[in-house]
């Protein structure tokens, strides 16, 4: 998981915006009072929170450490049918 990025700031928006890590942009889903921090160019540091899911994975960025980061216990994916690999799993 991702929990943490450093770089520069390359596309704020009220929302999200795009970090340069070392060469690579992450699209960074954020809070208005983060974004409002945030200036193109200028250096920073977003603390992460990383959604996996079975067809995306999500970035969602906060100032602070430790806002809003959820349970870190795991949990099947929701069921997308009858061929879930969950339904035979003896977890």
Known sequence: MIA???GTVLKAG??????D?????FLVHVTPSTA???????AAVVHTSMVVREDSMTL??????????????P???????RSSPW?????
């Open 21 to 25: 890590v070392g060469g690579v942009g």
């Open 75 to 81: 949990r099947p994916p929701r069921e997308s049918g």
């Open 14 to 19: 009220a929302t999200s915006c795009v970090l």
């Open 36 to 42: 409002a921090a945030l200036r193109p160019g200028e």
């Open 60 to 73: 969602f960025g906060f100032a602070e450490e430790g806002s809003a980061r959820p349970s870190s216990s």
């Open 4 to 6: 943490q990025l450093s």
């Open 87 to 91: 339904r035979s799993c003896r977890c």
